[in-house]
């Protein structure tokens, strides 16, 4: 589904954000992408959906090449992907439904569906009965729950996640996390990026670390020192 | 397409004060190049009225031979820049002196002899009026050997030419100027637009709005404040004609308005500025997004 290979980043101002970075991530991971700020972990999930391209090297998600990507087919792309951030990026002068509806419009699905859709995943991210609030109106869990549905609604075959649970306190967190680990059960890939060390630990996942843009650990070549390396 | 007038009618509702100042800005921008429009067509009447009154005279010696200068007058009927010849004999010169030159109606009734030459009063067709035209027509009159001298005027001829030239100049470059204007207002406005809902693009653009989709609502608000902008300045214009009119005196009572053609052009020229401007704006600032 994702696969990097020899991936360099670098900015004009001459910063090194990658160098050498290689993984792939097959049908139905969960994978963390750990490490502190500044490691390269939100640079990766800019490549993933196509915010921004690699130096050098390649990056191919979803059978896009994001390397050789035609501005024409970034759109497409982002239709298979569903990206949800820390700060939930939802319009303020829009109810949660009509965040989620939006999604759906702008990719062209046909009006007399989207009502049906949007209230699917409402119920399947447990707001159902919040569908006509306002972000203001809904608590930071609520309103991450309001953002992965959106990110779910064009019902995308990976999920890109970066720090979801960065603005969350903690019983909101586990909420987010849970949610992100049914959503994973029913078959769509989650790569989540996050410092959050707890968080790790408590699930048997596999985890990508990263220090100063090169990948430092990945627990699927190295099952023995995973609890080591998350520390 | 139903979303598309939806987003765009939607920001105007969502920011009145600044979609209120652009239509606005873009009305007064039009309707300073529709008042000079106004100006320029009423103008250009008026010099048309003017133009009508060119003649050319050309004196007949005394003693012609009628029939001399009835073939002579059928010969420049026949001039292609011709519109019209009418011969005044010298007693017809006499009584319309008599009747138009009031001051001197004694000095003429007691004269024993008329002092008056006759003459051959010729009228140009319409486009055939400036000073090259009228001075060659002249020199052909000339070459008559009946014609004593000629007349036509020449400075008022050639100022009318310049006054004709300079007005279709200024006009051109006036107008060019406050387009432009009104280019880089919708454009700063639009940008204002998108700046305001430069967290709205991002996320249309998360979720795989393609550039056009985006582009959509701002091209229609850009094409729509146009078009208010276009009629309000055409109200502006008209109020403005109304007032010009009626209100001074009687001066420009025979002032005219733009007619329909004309008002269509002022308000696809608004269409066509609001257009370009979100274009430009939008075109620029999608890149950075």
């Known amino acids: 589904m994702i696969r990097l290979s020899h991936v360099h980043k670098s900015y004009p101002n001459g910063a090194l954000a990658l160098k050498d970075v290689s993984f792939r991530i097959g049908k139905g991971e969960f994978v963390f992408l750990t490490g502190h700020s500044g490691a390269g972990k939100s640079t990766i999930m800019k490549l993933l959906f196509a ?39 939802l319009l303020e002068d829009r109810t949660a439904a ?4 939006f999604a759906l419009e702008v990719t062209g699905a046909r009006g007399d569906t989207i009502a049906a859709r949007v209230m699917r995943v409402l119920t399947q991210v447990g707001l159902s009965a919040k569908s006509q609030a306002y972000p203001r109106e809904l608590s930071g869990g609520e309103q991450q729950r309001v953002a992965i549905a959106r990110a779910l609604v064009n019902e995308p075959a990976i999920l890109v996640a970066d720090e979801p649970t960065g603005n969350l306190d903690e019983r909101a967190t586990r909420g987010v996390f849970q949610l992100l680990r049914d959503i994973n059960t029913g078959g769509t890939v989650i790569v989540m990026a996050t410092h959050d060390l707890d968080l790790v630990r408590q699930a048997n996942y596999r985890t990508i670390e990263l220090r100063d843009g090169g990948v430092v650990y990945d627990s699927a070549f190295d099952e023995t020192d995973q609890t080591e390396a998350a520390r | 397409m139903k979303l598309l007038a939806r ?3 939607l920001s105007f509702r969502r920011a009145p004060l600044l979609s209120a100042l652009s239509i606005t800005t873009i009305a007064f921008s039009l309707f300073t190049l529709g008042l000079f429009g106004l100006v320029a067509i009423n103008l ?10 060119v003649e050319i005279v050309a004196f007949v010696l005394r003693g012609t031979p009628a029939e001399t200068i009835t073939l002579a007058t059928q010969d420049i009927a026949a001039f292609p820049e011709v519109r019209e ?13 008599r009747r138009e030159l009031v001051e001197f109606r004694d000095a003429y ?6 002092p008056l030459p006759a003459s051959i009063e010729v009228r140009l067709k319409d486009g055939y009026r400036d000073a090259a035209t009228v001075e060659r027509v002249a020199q052909r009159l000339r070459g008559f050997g009946f014609v004593n001298d000629v007349r036509f005027g020449r400075e008022w001829v050639q100022k009318l030419d310049h006054l004709r030239n300079i007005t279709g100049i200024v006009g051109l470059v006036i107008g060019l100027a406050f387009a432009a204007v009104a280019v ?13 809902r430069a967290r709205e693009i991002s996320i249309m653009r998360l979720v795989g709005a393609t550039n056009w989709f985006i582009r959509g609502p701002f091209l229609l608000e850009g094409a729509l404040k146009g078009l208010l902008g276009g009629l309000l300045s055409l109200a502006l214009c008209y109020g403005g004609y109304l007032l010009f009119r009626d209100r001074a005196g009687g001066v420009f009572a025979g002032m005219i308005f733009f007619h329909a053609l004309q008002m269509l052009g002022i ?4 269409v066509l500025l609001g257009l370009g401007g979100s274009l430009v704006s939008v075109g620029r600032h999608l890149r950075h997004v």
Not at chain 1, 61 to 88: H, W
Not at chain 2, 85 to 97: C, F, I, N, T
Request: proline share 3%.
């Open chain 1, 51 to 89: 915010e921004q391209r690699p130096t050098s090297g390649e990056v191919r998600v979803s059978g896009y090449d994001v390397s050789q990507l035609r501005p024409d087919e970034i759109p497409k792309l982002r239709r298979r992907l569903g990206v949800v951030f820390q700060d939930f990026r």
């Open chain 1, 98 to 101: 009509e965040n989620i509806a």
């Open chain 2, 7 to 9: 987003e765009a009618l």
């Open chain 2, 44 to 53: 250009r009447q008026a010099l048309h009225g003017l133009e009508e009154r």
């Open chain 2, 85 to 97: 010849v009418v011969y005044v004999s010298e007693e017809q010169a006499l009584g319309r002196a």
């Open chain 2, 109 to 114: 009734r007691d004269l024993q002899v008329n």
């Open chain 2, 184 to 196: 880089v207002i919708i454009g700063v406005t639009i940008r204002l637009t998108l700046l305001q």
């Open chain 2, 267 to 270: 308000v696809v020229f608004g």
